[in-house]
């Protein structure tokens, strides 16, 4: 098989791909397609462009034939291989489990501060979920807010940890709600897609995720913007 006839083969997948998305039996172009599935698609939105163009490369190999099986373009090796990643990232996406799955460290309300201090100092660890003494979930609580808390603390002489719980310091930290929970089988690119387009001011410290996306459910893994950003490139 020539590369031509690779990329066609690919963009014929992608095509399909494209208007089982679709659903509804009518008759789309591929850029229509493009266009209408981005606005949900992470994914689609992500290649937009490039899949703009291949629609463009397609029709002159394709369209411009002058007898049967007679390509008038070749495209650059680049390309094709291009098309083959965007064809693997849409029809088998890299999910977010197993790539972020690890035991995570959470801690409960009850805990006393001293141990998330001891998290941070042996570990290194910025993000902590706090759940509640029946293990309902509470918050995110995060190394700034807990250096916020100690802060203050030493500002007002109250530099004493003795007695001073996780409770006491979650809602003291204007990180709680950076988060967002999502299910095991959200896609590499989706996740990416949640750090990098909120609204001002609603920046995300983390994704929470569990099988379905349900804060009840035990996590499965956590993911700091830096850690999907050293993933996606």
């Known amino acids: 098989m020539s590369r031509a006839e ?20 009518k008759h789309f172009s591929f850029s229509n397609m493009v266009n209408r599935l981005a606005k949900q698609n992470p994914i689609i939105e992500r ?14 190999i394709v369209h411009e034939r002058r007898e049967p099986d007679f390509i008038i373009a070749e495209p650059h090796d680049s390309i094709v291989d291009l098309i083959l990643e965007v064809e693997r990232e849409l029809l088998h996406p890299k999910l977010v489990i197993p790539l972020f799955q690890k035991q995570v460290t959470t801690f409960r309300a009850d805990d006393p501060l001293q141990d998330v201090l001891r998290a941070i100092r042996n570990e290194n660890y910025s993000q902590f979920p706090i759940y509640s003494i029946d ?92 850690d999907i950003l050293y993933v996606i490139g």
Do not use: C
Request: aromatic residues 8%; negative net charge; hydrophobic residues 40%.
């Open 6 to 25: 690779e990329f066609i083969a690919s963009y014929h997948r992608i095509e399909d791909y494209l208007s089982r998305e679709m659903g509804d039996g």
């Open 47 to 60: 290649y937009k462009e490039d899949l703009h163009q291949m629609s463009q490369l397609r029709n002159a």
């Open 135 to 226: 293990g309902s979930w509470l918050g995110l609580l995060t190394k700034k807010g807990v250096t916020s808390w100690l802060a203050e603390a030493a500002y007002a002489s109250h530099v004493s940890l003795e007695g001073v719980l996780v409770s006491h310091v979650l809602h003291h930290d204007p990180h709680i709600h950076r988060y967002r929970f999502i299910a095991a089988n959200t896609s590499v690119i989706e996740a990416h897609h949640h750090f990098v387009n909120m609204k001002e001011g609603a920046r995300l410290d983390a994704l929470l995720v569990t099988a379905t996306g349900d804060t009840d459910e035990p996590l499965l893994g956590i993911i700091r913007p830096q």
